[in-house]
């Protein structure tokens, strides 16, 4: 379905919320919203392949999706991993984008070696067992500033040696001129897909008391601040950007 959400009044009123109306049309609004949303998802997905192949063995180590909406990840893991046995949970704590995460992979023939769940929860206060990688994709923006740091301490914590995160992120620039332009380009690509003015600054106000983003150095920061001990971009357009960070062996 397309989405259509901030045509209405009463969206553009309101701050975002990952509800059923979001829920019924989010993969059109993340190929519409982020840059290179495909792209940056196989790239991911190729990622946890190597790094899941290079380290975790046999020993049923789990994929951690964080944040996992309808499941995209998911799908594109089935298609990288091509029959190979993984391990993954998504955890969402919308019930909309878990339902539908569901439906969707009830309605698509998924290979039995691949073990997939997903479980609304919070995934601040989650127990992670056996972790080996843990993805956000978009979604440690959308946590509280003080609850960052110390979330990714317990992910951290949480992680086997060699264990790997994986964020991708909207960011800030150092230079507000940067930021500035960067932003008049997003914009203007969101017009290129078809949103108006209208739906732009609409969602932009909704967004923004609930998004709330960091610039890349400060991102790179707060992971090594977290314990990481390799940090790298692996991916950046303008203001959206990706990044890996690795436990030592």
Request: net charge negative.
């Amino acid at each position: 379905m397309k989405d259509q959400v901030f045509q209405s009044q009463k969206s553009r009123e309101a701050d975002f919320d990952f509800n059923p109306e979001v829920a019924g049309v989010f993969e059109d609004m993340l190929e519409r919203s982020v840059p290179y949303y495909h792209e940056v998802k196989s790239m991911t997905a190729s990622l946890i392949r190597y790094y899941y192949e290079q380290e975790a063995g046999t020993d049923k180590k789990m994929i951690y999706d964080l944040g996992s909406s309808t499941g995209a990840l998911a799908h594109a893991l089935s298609q990288k991993f091509e029959g190979t046995p993984f391990y993954y949970t998504g955890i969402d704590n919308s019930p909309a984008m878990v339902e539908k995460a569901v439906d969707i992979f009830s309605l698509n023939s998924v290979c039995p070696e691949h073990k997939i769940q997903f479980l609304c929860d919070d995934i601040i206060s989650f127990n992670y067992e056996n972790p080996f990688v843990f993805v956000s994709n978009y979604t440690i923006q959308f946590l509280r500033p003080m609850e960052r740091l110390p979330f990714l301490r317990k992910l951290y914590q949480s992680l086997a040696p060699g264990g790997v995160f994986l964020m991708s992120e909207k960011v800030l620039e150092n230079n507000s001129g940067y930021s500035r332009a960067f932003q008049k380009l997003y914009y203007d690509f969101k017009k290129e897909n078809g949103y108006s003015e209208m739906e732009i600054a609409g969602k932009r106000e909704a967004l923004e008391n609930v998004l709330i983003p960091y610039r890349a150095d400060e991102n790179i920061q707060m992971l090594t601040e977290a314990g990481f001990d390799y940090i790298d971009l692996y991916f950046k357009w303008f203001n959206f950007a990706s990044f890996i960070a690795i436990k030592k062996p």
